[in-house]
């Protein structure tokens, strides 16, 4: 492997040692969230090439703090990038999840309540099986992702927009609005589902762990699991200024 001669550089070296452990982190808390197929080994080579495009891409002038925050960026992008590359269909998966959270949004009006499966199913006209088959086809669907923050088109342009005009876009999910807002939404989730996404979140169980204290087959909860997510998505509708970046306060010279 040929060595990049920017990484003759002494403080390079030491930059790319010092942030391996956050792309190690950063990687290991997104394969929580995908299917087993999926090999935390790969989304850690993925993100180390984005640290190295980071380190490459870094001004002498950057604090550690501004460096440590534009690695993680680039690091998920390039893992994101990585996941894409490896599954053609993920977009129209995308595309119909997108049309699964505006049924349920509409239901969830007329309704006065969270719909049932066999509900978003009809409202998208389509048997209650094919839904469920969609359901288990996008498990890894997550809550926010940087399409939501930039766009479908380039996430990736939109990271390097945030690092050029000093945007912070995870400053996002540090805001009492998307708390709230979410709060509201987990409380419009039934009983199994809250229970579900507390014993698979908030006590790391493993979704077949999750299936026999709810005693369901684990790719039931799977389903149940993206489902939930879509729930959430679309109590997000109505504030998706909560998710637009806002200028971070530069420090002070």
Same mark, same amino acid.
């Given at each position: 492997?040929?060595?990049?001669?920017?990484? $003759?550089?002494?403080?390079?070296?030491?930059?790319?040692?010092?942030?391996?452990?956050?792309?190690?982190?950063?990687?290991?808390?997104? /394969?929580?969230?995908?299917?087993?197929?999926?090999?935390?080994?790969?989304?850690? !080579?993925?993100?180390?090439?984005?640290?190295?495009? %980071?380190?490459?891409?870094?001004?002498?002038?950057?604090? @550690? %703090?501004?460096?440590? @925050?534009?690695? /993680?960026?680039?690091?998920?992008?390039?893992?994101?990038?990585?996941?894409?590359?490896?599954?053609?269909?993920?977009?129209?998966?995308?595309?119909?999840?997108?049309?699964?959270? +505006?049924?349920?949004?509409?239901?969830?009006?007329? +309704?006065?309540?969270?719909?049932?499966? @066999?509900?978003?199913?009809?409202?998208?006209?389509?048997?209650?099986?094919?839904?469920?088959?969609? +359901? !288990?086809?996008?498990?890894?669907?997550? $809550?926010?992702?940087?399409?939501? +923050?930039?766009?479908?088109?380039?996430?990736?342009?939109? $990271?390097?927009?945030?690092?050029?005009?000093?945007?912070?876009?995870?400053?996002?999910?540090?805001? %009492?609005?998307?708390?709230?807002?979410?709060?509201?939404?987990?409380?419009?989730?039934?009983? !199994?589902?809250?229970?579900?996404?507390?014993?698979?979140?908030?006590?790391?169980?493993?979704?077949?762990?999750?299936?026999?204290?709810?005693?369901? @087959?684990?790719?039931?909860?799977?389903?149940?699991?993206?489902?939930?997510?879509?729930?959430?998505?679309?109590?997000? /509708?109505?504030?998706?200024?909560?998710?637009?970046?806002?200028?971070?306060?530069?420090?002070?010279?």
């Amino acid at each position: 492997m040929t060595i990049h001669p920017a990484f $003759l550089d002494p403080q390079n070296q030491h930059l790319f040692e010092q942030n391996k452990p956050l792309v190690e982190k950063i990687a290991r808390n997104m /394969a929580r969230s995908l299917s087993a197929n999926i090999e935390c080994d790969d989304l850690i !080579q993925d993100g180390m090439m984005g640290l190295i495009d %980071a380190i490459l891409r870094n001004s002498k002038s950057t604090t @550690s %703090a501004q460096f440590e @925050s534009y690695a /993680a960026q680039r690091a998920r992008g390039a893992m994101l990038d990585g996941l894409r590359a490896g599954d053609p269909g993920s977009r129209q998966i995308r595309r119909s999840m997108r049309q699964v959270e +505006l049924i349920i949004l509409q239901l969830g009006h007329q +309704l006065g309540r969270a719909p049932l499966e @066999s509900e978003v199913a009809n409202g998208l006209g389509i048997p209650l099986a094919d839904y469920q088959r969609l +359901l !288990q086809e996008a498990h890894g669907y997550t $809550l926010i992702s940087i399409d939501d +923050l930039g766009g479908d088109d380039d996430p990736q342009a939109y $990271l390097e927009q945030c690092a050029d005009s000093n945007n912070d876009p995870l400053l996002a999910l540090e805001r %009492a609005s998307l708390r709230e807002a979410l709060a509201a939404a987990l409380n419009a989730l039934s009983k !199994q589902d809250r229970l579900m996404l507390n014993l698979y979140y908030v006590h790391s169980m493993k979704m077949h762990e999750v299936g026999k204290v709810l005693e369901i @087959s684990e790719s039931r909860v799977s389903q149940l699991h993206t489902q939930a997510i879509a729930q959430l998505r679309a109590g997000f /509708a109505g504030h998706k200024e909560i998710l637009k970046p806002r200028r971070k306060p530069r420090l002070a010279a």
